[in-house]
């Protein structure tokens, strides 16, 4: 069982619960080496593949050069299309003209190295693995020569390191991982003035434009992978300088010739809403401090919170919610109701169900940290009206019920962008919802569980023990394989257990009326 500590004085609300077990077995993963070693010893290569023994030389076969091109176009179209940072008009030819260039390898590192199903590695003689462990030492040396070479920071320099720290995250390679993102982090904040200066001076200068707005949304993308490690307790900037740092950036807009795209144009207003809900940009009357607050609580690093102010952040994520454009919504009201299972189903954009479930995950983070435990918790006069632990649990239900619901809908479409370990968590809460007390919350929880339980199969490989359809092993990258590990130790006394069938593609089923 979690740790649970329960004790409040008046006025106060003490947090008493700090992480989901298995979101300790995840920073376990990162933080011992010998962790690592258990799952990779356990990746067979077959025999007809060579070991490798060198990294790839800049003369590349035809079948490299091949996927090479290949990882460039599903960076665009799949890998990062749920958060736009590089333009698409403008880095793609400078992509495709030099694909030895130190921010070509650096993006077929991170694609090789991420969930993706769609890179076709047919005809190459090395495992998934090993390939984005090539490209990803390729970019990592030129990213050093160009440290030296430049007398100052650039764009496509900070770029680089945003997706080597991704591309070594995703490899489970901490130490890595926290050298680049701490570089980009530095690199993106001195850049600020210089990008947006040239464009000052000229606002006829597309190119300038271009690169301003690229600045911006690449400085939300290291934002947010800054404040994930600040979750995963494996921060070097302090929360407070993170929040501080985001004043005055503004949301990215949409170019002009993004604008004159609706579908281009509906990308960069949705993801203008998830920044928003990210940095609380467009939200009246919210304080800095309450901004830092609310990221601790995120992060666990709050023993105790003032009610009034719990109430607070409450109200600024509904205020949030009555925000985004209606059609964007899958309820009518922030929090409290089953989906609209109508709307979920007409959705086809993953940007938008995205969207709900990084809304819906806010009030998960928020409301965990004060439950109880939902086995001993007496639920028989909750109200949503009435700031209370019972009410946290009972948000939380909904929380993760609508973000399993969405979750499958989301993995119907874009499989390769469902956040693996992000599904772990919510389905570790759900595990323990369904020891509640209250009969709906149990089944509720229960329906949620079987749903993740399903994508976490399918996305990983988990618990699949015919392997009959599912691609060799040595096909996936790092990051599969380990959260394929991690999922199957915590997660296998519950499967067996299990009577339904996780082979099988769950419903989304109409509302009951």
């Known amino acids: ?295 601790k609580l995120c992060c666990s690093t709050v023993e105790k919170i003032l009610v009034s102010n719990l109430e607070s952040i409450q109200r600024h994520i509904m205020e949030f919610w009555y925000r985004i454009p209606e059609k964007y919504r899958f309820t009518d009201i922030p929090i409290g109701e089953d989906l609209d299972m109508d709307r979920v189903r007409q959705c086809t954009d993953p940007k938008v169900l995205y969207l709900n479930i990084f809304y819906y995950r806010c009030w998960l983070h928020l409301e965990m940290r004060f439950m109880t435990p939902p086995e001993t918790t007496d639920m028989t006069s909750t109200s949503l009206a009435r700031t209370d632990r019972e009410r946290c649990i009972l948000i939380v239900s909904y929380a993760c019920d609508a973000v399993a619901t969405l979750t499958l809908a989301l993995h119907r479409l874009k499989p390769c962008v469902t956040e693996t370990h992000h599904i772990a968590i919510v389905a570790d809460v759900l595990l323990m919802l369904t020891k509640s007390t209250n009969k709906e919350i149990r089944e509720r929880a229960q329906a949620g569980l079987h749903t993740l339980m399903f994508v976490l199969s399918d996305s990983t490989g988990a618990f699949d023990r015919t392997q009959m359809e599912k691609p060799a092993l040595w096909s996936h990258s790092l990051y599969v394989v380990n959260l394929k590990q991690v999922v199957e130790t915590y997660f296998e006394s519950y499967i067996s257990s299990l009577r339904n069938d996780i082979s099988r593609w769950p419903d989304l089923q109409p509302n009951k009326t």
């Open 1 to 295: 069982m979690p740790g649970w500590h329960h004790e409040s004085s008046p006025g106060w609300f003490s947090a008493t619960f700090k992480c989901t077990p298995i979101t300790q077995m995840i920073i376990d993963m990162l933080v011992l080496p010998e962790m690592r070693r258990n799952v990779t010893e356990k990746m067979p290569l077959p025999q007809r593949y060579p070991a490798l023994t060198a990294p790839l030389s800049f003369d590349d076969p035809p079948e490299i050069e091949l996927l090479k091109y290949d990882t460039i176009g599903l960076y665009f179209s799949c890998v990062s299309c749920l958060v736009p940072v590089l333009v698409p008009s403008y880095f793609l030819d400078i992509l495709l003209s030099d694909t030895n260039g130190m921010l070509s390898n650096a993006v077929a590192a991170c694609v090789v190295n991420s969930r993706c199903k769609h890179l076709n590695m047919e005809g190459i003689v090395y495992g998934r693995a090993e390939l984005g462990g090539m490209f990803l030492e390729r970019a990592h040396n030129q990213l050093q020569d160009a440290l030296f070479d430049e007398e100052e920071p650039t764009l496509e320099i900070a770029a680089t390191l945003h997706l080597l720290s991704a591309s070594y995250m995703s490899r489970f390679d901490l130490r890595n991982a926290k050298l680049m993102s701490d570089l980009a982090w530095r690199m993106i904040n001195q850049l600020r003035m210089p990008c947006f200066d040239k464009y000052d001076k000229d606002k006829n200068d597309s190119t300038a434009m271009i690169r301003a707005e690229t600045w911006r949304r690449l400085f939300y993308s290291i934002r947010a992978f800054e404040l994930n490690k600040c979750e995963l307790q494996i921060n070097t900037a302090s929360l407070e300088s993170i929040v501080w740092a985001s004043r005055d950036v503004g949301c990215p807009e949409p170019l002009p010739d993004e604008a004159n795209d609706p579908v281009t144009r509906a990308s960069i207003e949705v993801y203008q809403c998830i920044v928003s809900l990210k940095t609380w940009s467009r939200i009246n009357a919210i304080t800095v401090d309450e901004q830092i607050l609310r990221s």
